[in-house]
């Protein structure tokens, strides 16, 4: 590859663009390129633009690939972008590929300290060198800073080169290192450098490039996973059993963070719940199951690995009807598979888990505020339904930035603790028997230990009858199974309903959940652009509701777009009464946060292909 | 040996504890276990523990996993609630219940296949917590419930009822225990009422995890010539290393009796635990010399029976993880839930 200079005709030719374009950095892990990159996307959202930053990273502690990417939409589309507008390029071993990835016109920041190698030819971009490993190494002594600081030194050259505000950078330097001055010190020098340096050897800033907006006021910045920790807290969880797994361990610790903070008994200073780091999943689950049946608000969060290892007390929850939320944060499968990988490959595994006649209660939280808000929900419907409810997010909801609503709560709320009976109702009742009166929605009374004698009852995972008490026979046998199932149906008028965003006269329908839908949102326009007037309709929770149903039958072709190799959403929508004439499947499971263009070809490949 | 059902109406002239309940309101449910069977003997000692030191029916949770054994939680105390998991996942299941609700006397009935073979793992972290709980092994040597092939804690040497000899080293659960720093530790025989209820009693007034392993012999699958667990074998091979009394906690008896010769062991709520060591010198509170004696006695093909080990020191999961001791599922919502006002400043803007 040639070094093409910087041509002021080529960058003449191309129309600024403000506020829409994509950040792509290089790096390799371990170089403590995370809190630089973070910068960049915190300041950009301090200017009230829409931004997201996605953090593809190895399963590894240090040396190999990591990308971070910024996608900076003043429209507000927040998936991933396919090609980068600027590509900081860090990383000598994936220099070729990530340039043959930046767009047309686009360019590439890289280091000039030694010449390029192994990058491909691309006539059709910018090269902007700025020796950063010379400079930091003239600047800086200790051998560990003279590294660290080459990432603020990128970061000081794109906010220059992408008209970042430098009053926001330097409060954020001032915040982060508030307490550590020397350091601070260090890193505002190293800023600086790269700043200066962009200044003055490349017209900064670039025609794509951000300008202050208004449009984040009310907004915060949070990964999923920090919002279901906060949402636990919120719905008054006093039990949490885990066993470290990626994606999911920064639930538990954001947990034991804000448990520290706000669950101290005020007399003793003592912890008002109980964080069980278990010996594996069975027993994580297995605490949880326990800790429900007695009557405590209980979770555990795991990924799918864990997931297979609960089945069997998943099962047993499930058949003897016992609370329990899991947040199953879904990596890259099958077996250990891509750890820091993104996938929606869970979704027959969590509907039934555990063997024998077994469906559960979903949740698809779609961003971090949901993670919040269906972490409450959760625990709402697990102990209104007495059974598990998994909630299924991702690796690129659960560890990602996203910026999300200021999450709200309501003081009046009263969580849902279902039907519970206390000494006095079951004493004046006289008999107590666990499964016999169910409600409408299948639902009987539960007691808890410790409540009276005459509360008790023997929970089995055998066969059992509706006076819980062991059964071999067929009758009494299918009685409490068909009641699971009427109660399984009923919770679809519960869970959440699926967001629906439709137009007059759009013949065709994306499906989509969890994280696939602003990358689904972003293609309906994409297909609009080209003719194709699209729906879309975002699940939130299964068993399906029936608006659901009514999405699908209203249009003449549906795709449904998800994470996994094996259509695992289309085929809970088919097992659950959807017809399969008109339903199609677009399937990106690579592994990396899915891009609207990925999305919006494979639905113009495949409208083509119908249409000859 | 089935019970018969009996009907609720109680004698007047039934002794009482207590609490004012008759012995048989700690039973439960009719066996259905092989008649003979070991499990129904130590079923039979645990009601007679539980009534004798009168223990609210409704404050106990019965826990266990699958197998025969796992069974007999049904056969007593019908006053508690009973919860009968999955196979080797009793511990976990008791972790969250006693998480949940520290003011529950947890008693877990499990087997040696249960415990020493697919619940293992569960078990050793069980004892590394220190959960407050009774967890009985009721050890035969076999998988009663698939039909007597050999488990865990079979001896090398000890036939199957297929006349296969065990081969592989046994498990032996006071031994693991030591080694885990267990804090009570038990050893029983379901032939022996008299040595197992006050053992039980005294589980009763531990307050972290009292291990009680007791040999319990299958009659349908390991009670013939060659196998260890036999209540033959048993009877024949039984060394009591300590005898226990229970006693209640009442100073003045206390002090009436002399301490020659006579371990005592206050457990934490005043309880003291009388332990005649009869083999001299046998400390129950020596780690060391309790690991050794075992290891010997176990060579010399003893079974050495009583409480054999003890510390009452040691602190319970509560304790460890700074947890109120309170039940956390009694505790109001509104002390719970931070309130909108904390999120309103959760959050980067
Ligand atoms: C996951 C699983 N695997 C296997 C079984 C079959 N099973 C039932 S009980 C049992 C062994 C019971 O042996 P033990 O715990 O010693 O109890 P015992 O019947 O001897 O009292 C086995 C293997 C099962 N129920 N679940
Ligand atoms: S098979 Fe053995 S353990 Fe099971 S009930 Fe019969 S005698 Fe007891
Ligand atoms: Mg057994």
Not at chain 1, 23 to 29: C, E, F, G, K
Not at chain 1, 540 to 563: I, K, M, S, T, W
Not at chain 2, 206 to 235: M, Q, W
Not at chain 2, 304 to 320: K, M, N, Q
């Amino acid at each position: 590859m040639t070094a093409t200079p910087w041509a002021e005709e080529a960058a003449a030719t191309r129309a600024p663009q403000v506020n829409e374009l994509a950040l792509r950095i290089a790096t390799v892990n371990g170089t403590g390129s995370s809190s630089a990159n973070n910068l960049l996307m915190r300041a950009i959202f301090r200017m009230g633009i829409p931004v997201s930053g996605k953090n593809i990273f190895p399963s590894n502690i240090q040396g190999l690939p990591t990308w971070y990417e910024i996608r900076v939409s003043g429209a507000g589309h927040t998936a991933r972008a396919r090609n980068p507008d600027l590509l900081v390029a860090m990383n000598t071993q994936t220099r070729e590929r990530d340039v043959a990835a930046v767009r047309p016109g686009g360019c590439v920041l890289w280091d000039s300290t030694s010449p390029l190698e192994r990058a491909g030819e691309r006539g059709d971009v910018t090269l902007l060198g700025i020796p950063i490993a010379r400079m930091c190494a003239e600047e800086f002594h200790n051998p560990r800073e003279r590294i660290l600081l080459q990432n603020v030194v990128y970061a000081g050259a794109v906010t220059a080169l992408l008209g970042i505000d430098p009053a926001v950078t330097a409060t954020l330097i001032d915040e982060r290192y508030r307490r550590r001055p020397r350091l601070g010190e260090a890193n505002r020098r190293a800023f600086r450098i790269g700043e200066e340096y962009a200044r003055q050897h490349f017209p900064c800033p670039l025609p794509c490039h951000v300008e202050p907006m208004q449009a984040t006021g009310g907004s915060i910045i949070v990964d999923g996973n920090t919002a279901t920790a906060l949402g636990c807290i919120y719905a008054g969880a006093t039990v949490a059993a885990w066993y470290p797994i990626t994606p999911s361990t920064s639930v538990m610790d954001a947990f034991t963070a804000f448990a520290r903070r706000s669950r101290r008994d005020p007399m003793t200073g003592l912890s008002t719940c109980m964080i069980v780091q278990a010996e594996d999943e069975l027993a994580s689950i297995g605490t949880v199951i326990g800790a429900g049946w007695a009557g405590a608000r209980a979770f555990t969060a795991t990924s799918g690995p864990g997931l297979s290892l609960m089945q069997a007390l998943l099962g047993l929850a499930y058949y003897t009807e016992i609370p329990a939320v899991v947040f199953d944060v879904q990596r890259a499968g099958p077996s250990t598979g891509m750890p820091t990988r993104t996938q929606q490959a869970d979704l027959l595994a969590a509907a039934h888990a555990s063997h024998g006649d077994t469906a559960h209660i979903l949740l698809f939280p779609g961003d971090p505020a949901e993670c919040f808000d269906f972490a409450v929900r959760a625990f709402d419907l697990a102990e209104h339904f007495q059974t598990p409810v998994l909630v299924l997010s991702d690796t690129d909801i659960g560890m990602n930035d996203w910026v999300v609503p200021r999450l709200r709560w309501d003081d009046t709320y009263a969580p849902d603790r279902g039907r519970v009976l206390g000494a006095a109702e079951v004493e004046a009742a006289g008999e107590y028997h666990r499964y016999a009166d169910a409600d409408a929605d299948g639902v009987a009374a539960r007691t808890l230990p410790g409540v009276s004698p005459a509360a008790a009852y023997y929970t089995r995972g055998s066969g059992h009858n509706r006076l819980a008490g062991y059964t071999e026979d067929p009758d009494e046998y299918r009685e409490v199974v068909d009641r699971l199932a009427r109660k399984h149906a009923a919770a679809g008028g519960w869970v959440p309903e699926p967001v629906i965003e439709a137009r007059p006269g759009a013949s065709v329908g994306l499906v989509t959940l969890g994280s696939g839908g602003p990358a689904v949102r972003e293609a309906v326009e994409m297909l609009r652009a080209q003719g194709v007037a699209a729906d879309c309709m975002r699940l939130r929770g299964y068993p399906f509701p029936e608006a659901v149903f009514r999405f699908l039958e209203g249009h003449a072709f549906c795709f449904v777009v998800e994470q996994n190799r094996d259509a695992q959403l289309r085929t809970l929508l088919l097992e659950s009464g959807a017809g399969s004439e008109r339903l199609g499947s677009v399937l990106l499971y690579g592994g990396e946060p899915i891009t609207a263009g990925e999305v919006s070809d494979a639905v113009l490949v495949q409208l083509r292909r119908r249409e000859e | 040996m089935p019970s018969i059902a009996k009907p609720p109406i109680r004698h007047p002239a039934l002794p009482v504890n207590e609490l004012g309940l008759a012995e048989r309101d700690y039973e439960g449910a009719m066996s259905t276990l092989c008649a003979g069977c070991g499990h129904d003997a130590v079923t039979a000692a645990i009601v007679r523990a539980l009534w004798e030191v009168a223990v609210p029916p409704h404050m106990v949770v019965k826990l266990s996993g699958i197998g025969c054994s796992a069974k007999t939680t049904a056969y007593f105390l019908r006053g508690a609630h009973g919860f009968n998991g999955v196979h080797g996942r009793m511990a976990p299941l008791a972790t969250g219940v006693g998480a949940a609700n520290s003011d529950l006397l947890l008693i877990g009935i499990s087997g040696d296949g249960d415990s020493l073979s697919i619940g293992i793992g569960h078990l050793v972290h069980l004892i590394r917590r220190n959960l407050r709980m009774i967890y009985v092994i009721e050890n035969n040597g076999v998988y009663g419930l698939t039909k007597g092939q050999l488990s865990a804690s079979a001896d090398v040497g000890s036939t199957s009822s297929k006349g296969t000899p065990g081969v592989i080293q046994p498990v032996d659960p006071m031994l693991l225990g030591l080694s885990l720093g267990a804090t009570f530790l038990a050893r029983g025989f379901s032939g022996d009422k008299a040595q197992l209820v006050p053992i039980l009693k005294a589980a009763t007034a531990h307050r972290g995890l009292a291990l009680i392993d007791v040999i319990s012999p299958c009659v349908s699958f390991n009670d013939h010539e060659g196998s260890t667990k036999s209540y033959r074998f048993t009877r024949e091979h039984d060394v009591q290393v300590t005898t226990t009394d229970f006693v209640e906690p009442r100073p003045e008896l206390l002090t009436a009796i002399g301490p020659v010769g006579i371990t005592d062991l206050t457990l934490h709520d005043g309880t003291r635990v009388r332990a005649r060591a009869l083999p001299e010198g046998y400390d129950p509170g020596d780690r060391d010399a309790v690991g050794a004696y075992l290891r010997e006695a176990h060579d010399r093909g003893e079974v050495a029976t009583g409480i054999l080990y003890v510390d009452p020191s040691r602190p319970t999961l509560h304790e460890l993880l700074r947890v109120v001791p309170r039940p956390l599922a009694g505790l109001p919502y509104a002390d719970l839930c931070p309130g909108a006002a904390e999120l309103e400043r959760f959050g980067e803007s």
